[in-house]
């Protein structure tokens, strides 16, 4: 079984505690923090994983915490509020701290939260998928409070994790993965 370890970033108020929760707890909650861990188990791709999944806070007074969090994420979620404009600019702010804090090209996922408010939208899902695609990462809009492709989500971000350390889809243990030596292969094992 792989492990994860998933740091939610953005801005206050975007909804990265709601949708911590509905991924493990499979319900919606308000409620602030400083930082809160999630953790769950679930399958992908017919592979058993385990999510951490690490909540932060996204207040400008707790940026000296942010290169902690960082540094302790294997995989992050990049989280805006399609209501808010503001939050959507601020993407910047977070994706430069991981870059910096991971020295490189991080995984994550760009989310464009709380899309149960159309009616209220400031940034459009075409601004937003334009952003991803100049940040070099995938895009999706979710509903915390409806659930809409939340499991989806964390399912697409385990995906990507697995593609970095070469783990193929697929029942059973890890399989064997090619080695870049003609005719090579090496067996992948997992020690708890």
Avoid at 5 to 22: E, S
Avoid at 33 to 49: G, P, S, W
Avoid at 64 to 83: H, K, M
Avoid at 110 to 134: H, I, M, P, T, W
């Amino acid at each position: 079984m792989d492990n994860w370890r998933v740091a939610v970033l953005g801005d206050g108020g975007v909804g990265k505690t709601a949708l911590a929760v509905q991924f493990t707890l499979n319900c919606f909650t308000y409620d602030p923090t400083i930082e809160d861990a999630y953790r769950k188990q679930l399958v992908v791709d017919n592979r058993m994983c385990f999510v951490e999944v690490i909540d932060t806070a996204g207040q400008e007074e707790y940026a000296t915490l942010r290169d902690q969090w960082v540094r302790e994420g294997q995989g992050f979620i990049l989280v805006y509020s399609i209501a808010s404009r503001q939050t959507f600019e601020r993407l910047e702010i977070f994706r430069q701290s991981m870059r910096r804090v991971k020295r490189g090209d991080p995984i994550f996922m760009l989310v464009g939260n709380k899309c149960d408010k159309g009616y209220e939208r400031e940034v459009s899902k075409e601004e937003g998928a334009a952003l991803a695609r100049q940040f070099g990462c995938e895009f999706i809009e979710t509903s915390a409070k409806t659930a809409e492709n939340v499991q989806h989500l964390f399912m697409n971000l385990v995906r990507a994790l697995r593609k970095t350390r070469n783990i193929e889809p697929g029942p059973g243990p890890t399989k064997p993965v090619k080695d870049d030596k003609p005719g090579g292969r090496r067996i992948k094992c997992v020690i708890l």
